[in-house]
């Protein structure tokens, strides 16, 4: 009898469900999962970002962004002006939108991100901006709001990451966040973004959404081979001529 107790009790652990790990962010539940995001500096920007580059997360006195340029991109404009200890805030798919922190408003469809990306490949620019003091990246979540699950994330742990201010001016990346795709998302689905700051002293604070250019075909790459080709049959016909 106490054999098959103990068999029973193992099968049972054997078939009971697995609960995957969760986090919570605006009040809601997340699978985690995704892809891990790499974080580097910036090279000195040439230009400044929301000129031609949509701010997804953007302090409020960020420059203005090109609406032609950008297709009305939308981002959520939050009211940061600095000396704040915590800072987490969402993305959102209405231009100069005014979220709350912690609140979640209008997605972007992934078929319009897809679209505005035809390489499916991107990065999130980080302009930082403090007095003396770095302030510190706790997260960065990459989100499906219709299946709830992160599609990748920047998360430390606990003390997050130092992100001093490199590039003087706002509207300028300081950092960089890679490994982020589009690819095999339904365009359909809900997308959002999410970033947490601590120790904010200055303000504004703004993420970048950076698509990468598709390679086009390289001009005259063929031409070589056209030449070859034409001489090949200009060849050919001297031949045919010689034996007429």
Same mark, same amino acid.
């Given at each position: 009898?106490?054999?098959?107790?103990?068999?029973?009790?193992?099968?049972?652990?054997?078939?009971?469900?697995?609960?995957?790990?969760?986090?919570?962010?605006?009040?809601?539940?997340?699978?985690?999962?995704?892809?891990?995001?790499?974080?580097?500096?910036?090279?000195?920007?040439?230009?400044?970002?929301?000129?031609?580059?949509?701010?997804?997360?953007?302090?409020?006195?960020?420059?203005?962004?090109?609406?032609?340029?950008?297709?009305?991109?939308?981002?959520?404009?939050?009211?940061?002006?600095?000396?704040? #200890?915590? =800072? &987490?805030?969402? !993305?959102? $798919?209405?231009?100069?939108?005014? *979220?709350?922190?912690?609140?979640? +408003? %209008?997605? @972007?469809?992934?078929?319009?991100?897809?679209?505005?990306?035809?390489?499916?490949?991107?990065?999130?620019?980080?302009?930082?901006?403090?007095?003396?003091?770095?302030?510190?990246?706790?997260?960065?979540?990459?989100?499906?709001?219709?299946?709830? #699950?992160? =599609? &990748?994330?920047? !998360?430390? $742990?606990?003390?997050?990451?130092? *992100?001093?201010?490199?590039?003087? +001016? %706002?509207? @300028?990346?300081?950092?960089?966040?890679?490994?982020?795709?589009?690819?095999?998302?339904?365009?359909?689905?809900?997308?959002?973004?999410?970033?947490?700051?601590?120790?904010?002293?200055?303000?504004?604070?703004?993420?970048?959404?950076?698509?990468?250019?598709?390679?086009?075909?390289?001009?005259?790459?063929?031409?070589?081979?056209?030449?070859?080709?034409?001489?090949?049959?200009?060849?050919?016909?001297?031949?045919?001529?010689?034996?007429?």
């Amino acid at each position: 009898m106490i054999r098959l107790l103990l068999a029973a009790a193992v099968l049972g652990l054997l078939s009971a469900p697995a609960y995957a790990d969760t986090i919570t962010l605006g009040g809601q539940i997340w699978t985690l999962g995704g892809t891990p995001l790499g974080l580097e500096s910036t090279p000195a920007p040439t230009d400044n970002q929301p000129r031609n580059t949509p701010c997804i997360i953007c302090g409020a006195n960020q420059p203005q962004q090109n609406p032609n340029t950008l297709n009305n991109f939308g981002y959520n404009d939050f009211g940061n002006t600095g000396n704040n #200890t915590d =800072l &987490a805030f969402f !993305s959102s $798919g209405i231009v100069r939108d005014h *979220l709350a922190g912690d609140t979640i +408003g %209008t997605a @972007y469809k992934a078929g319009f991100l897809q679209a505005f990306d035809p390489a499916l490949t991107f990065s999130i620019g980080i302009d930082m901006n403090d007095t003396s003091q770095a302030q510190t990246l706790e997260s960065f979540f990459f989100l499906n709001l219709t299946t709830h #699950t992160v =599609l &990748a994330s920047y !998360s430390p $742990g606990p003390g997050g990451t130092l *992100l001093p201010s490199l590039h003087n +001016g %706002t509207g @300028y990346p300081d950092y960089t966040l890679t490994g982020l795709t589009l690819d095999g998302i339904n365009a359909n689905d809900d997308l959002l973004f999410y970033a947490r700051i601590s120790g904010a002293n200055d303000g504004p604070d703004s993420f970048f959404f950076q698509a990468q250019a598709v390679p086009g075909p390289v001009v005259g790459a063929g031409i070589p081979g056209l030449i070859m080709a034409c001489g090949g049959l200009l060849a050919l016909a001297r031949r045919r001529m010689r034996r007429a």
